[in-house]
Nanobody
Framework: QVQLVESGGGLVQPGGSLRLSCAAS????????MGWYRQAPGKQREMVAQ???????NYSDSVKGRFTISRDSAENTLYLQMNNLKPEDTAVYYC????????????????WGQGTQVTVSS
């Protein structure tokens, strides 16, 4: 089955950088969109960055100018480069894919990774 595996999380000081990776078991051409979401304790999961198969990118206002989403189609890997990290970026970060399906009524289904912890603290 479709699997997404995140890596690259960890502890970093404010102003530091991390790069998250999401290894997918499927090719990007089988997805409508892939993205990164995050959830902090006691808060709802929120969108961080999205990348559609057509190359359209959306960022949360809170990360614009600091985070960059990209993909390596040859390795079926999605990345999130996070620069100038702030304590409010602390959360579990999840990789997401909207996967094409001819059997689903809406033409696709959701796949989530297991999450990787990012902690920004001095």
């Amino acid at each position: 089955q479709v699997q997404l595996v995140e890596s690259g999380g960890g502890l970093v000081q404010p102003g530091g950088s991390l790069r998250l990776s999401c290894a997918a078991s499927i090719a990007f051409v089988t997805t409508y969109m892939m993205g990164w979401y995050r959830q902090a304790p006691g808060k709802q999961r929120e969108m961080v960055a999205q990348l559609t198969i057509a190359g359209i990118i959306n960022y949360s206002d809170s990360v614009k100018g600091r985070f960059t989403i990209s993909r390596d189609s040859a390795e079926n890997t999605l990345y999130l480069q996070m620069n100038n990290l702030k304590p409010e970026d602390t959360a579990v970060y999840y990789c997401y894919a909207d996967v094409y399906s001819e059997t689903e009524p809406d033409g696709s289904y959701d796949v989530w990774g297991q999450g990787t912890q990012v902690t920004v603290s001095s």
